[in-house]
């Protein structure tokens, strides 16, 4: 066995500015950078890397804590008047005051929350067996096996063009797997 099958070469293109963060990081090492990429490498084939990847818990869990962090707030609004005025806040008040604190907030949460749904909702209609567009509910319907290759390829453009978008890992998984029937 020789040298090369026992140690192949790797070699791939990285950008200029790629290229520069790690000249930079390399030289906070004290190492060269084919050594730095080198150790980058083997740390992720090892295990102690791994992708920064967000899963929807973790986005539910971070809608809680705002909510949480809204609500305080609301009541530490509540407290200090309490505390400069020496009554309590009238109810009309207390109604008015809440719904500025929460109204931003809710706003943010719905659309994360509505982001999350649209990714996790197929767009292939069974019954009717249609393609239906989950961000505007525009349905692609065919009679035939050509109809059904165009409106494949237009629900794609129309993602594209009309939502600036690609198709999701779910929305590419139902195509793929569609069949004419």
């Known amino acids: 066995m020789s040298y090369n099958t026992r140690n192949p070469t790797i070699a791939f293109r990285v950008s200029s500015y790629?290229?520069?963060?790690?000249?930079?990081?390399?030289?906070?090492e004290k190492t060269d950078v084919a050594n730095f990429c080198k150790s980058i490498i083997h740390q992720?084939?090892?295990?102690?890397?791994?992708?920064?990847?967000e899963?929807?818990?973790?986005?539910?869990?971070?809608a809680r804590l705002e909510k949480i962090k809204v609500e305080t707030k609301y009541l530490q609004l509540k407290n200090d008047y309490f505390e400069n005025f020496k009554v309590p806040l009238s109810d009309s008040g207390t109604r008015i005051l809440s719904?500025?604190?929460?109204?931003?907030?809710l706003l943010e949460d719905a659309k994360i929350l509505g982001e999350l749904e649209n990714e996790s909702q197929?767009?292939?209609d069974e019954l009717n067996k249609r393609l239906k567009c989950p961000d505007c509910n525009r349905t692609f319907e065919w009679l035939n096996q050509s109809g059904f290759i165009d409106q494949i390829k237009?629900?794609?453009?129309?993602?594209?063009?009309?939502h600036s978008r690609e198709l999701?890992?779910?929305?590419?998984?139902?195509i793929d797997n569609l069949e004419y029937s």
Do not use: C
């Not at 084939?45 to 992708?51: A, C, P």
């Not at 899963?55 to 971070?62: A, C, E, F, T, V």
């Not at 719904?99 to 907030?105: E, G, L, W």
């Open 154 to 162: 237009e629900f794609s453009n129309h993602l594209k063009i009309s």
């Open 18 to 28: 790629e290229k520069g963060k790690l000249e930079k990081e390399a030289s906070k």
């Open 99 to 105: 719904r500025r604190v929460k109204h931003t907030k």
């Open 122 to 124: 197929s767009p292939y």
């Open 168 to 174: 999701n890992a779910l929305e590419k998984d139902v």
């Open 44 to 53: 992720y084939l090892d295990g102690e890397i791994t992708k920064n990847i």
């Open 55 to 62: 899963s929807l818990d973790q986005d539910l869990l971070r």
